[in-house]
T-cell receptor, first 113, second 111 residues
């Protein structure tokens, strides 16, 4: 998985609680991404980062926030989890962004009850 | 309409068959096209990467892009049970760095 780890790998939580997912890379890549994958929708971009403290929204960013204080770590926070956020979350990295290839982590399976 | 459309399958073929997986896209600005393979409960892994129109071959895999018809194909020759996975097409371009994915086609290669 190209030096990418995600934690936790599985989580069950209750509606209304905050949840933070962590992505850690050892490749020193500049760009990091958070996606969610749902049946019938494929992979959809939530947020991405193009450098430390530099982030931008993707197509499904409502209800999510991100932070990147170090090159190697990209955090995704669900401020108040809802059942519609039950999904598999993938982190990805790329060296240059734009036309560069993205490499994916192993995923976090989140269930919101 | 989604920018990248892909038949979800499932597609079931016998071992040794030639497999054809296809996507269509609507955004003329897309210049880069990728195929990812995703095994069950794993992250997607890059399989093929092509720029603009044409063919690219890597072992048993051939990626083909026809920009005139906005059609992306992946061919797998001599398919193996280990090829059983979901295949995702993705496109990139128009000055952005955001990949647009199809929903994936589930492939099963049977003995």
């Amino acid at each position: 998985d190209a030096g990418i780890t995600q934690s936790p790998r599985h989580k069950v939580t209750e509606t209304g609680t905050p949840v933070t997912l962590r992505c850690h890379q050892t490749e020193n890549h500049r760009y990091m991404y958070w996606y969610r994958q749902d049946p019938g929708h494929g992979l959809r971009l939530i947020h991405y980062s193009y450098g430390v403290k530099d982030t931008d929204k993707g197509e499904v960013s409502d209800g999510y926030s991100v932070s990147r204080s170090k090159t190697e770590d990209f955090l995704l926070t669900l401020e108040s989890a809802t059942s519609s956020q039950t999904s598999v979350y993938f982190c990805a990295i790329s060296e240059q962004g734009n036309t560069d290839t993205q490499y994916f982590g192993p995923g976090t399976r989140l269930t919101v009850l | 309409q989604k920018e990248v459309e892909q038949d979800p399958g499932p597609l079931s073929v016998p071992e040794g068959a030639i497999v054809s997986l296809n996507c269509t896209y609507s955004n003329s600005a897309f210049q880069y096209f990728m195929w990812y393979r995703q095994y069950s409960r794993k992250g997607p892994e890059l399989l093929m990467y092509t720029y603009s129109s044409g063919n690219k071959e890597d072992g048993r895999f051939t990626a083909q892009v026809d920009k005139s018809s906005k059609y992306i194909s992946l061919f797998i020759r001599d398919s193996q049970p280990s090829d059983s996975a979901t295949y995702l097409c993705a496109s990139l371009g128009g000055g952005g760095n955001k990949l647009t994915f199809g929903t994936g086609t589930q492939l099963k290669v049977e003995l």
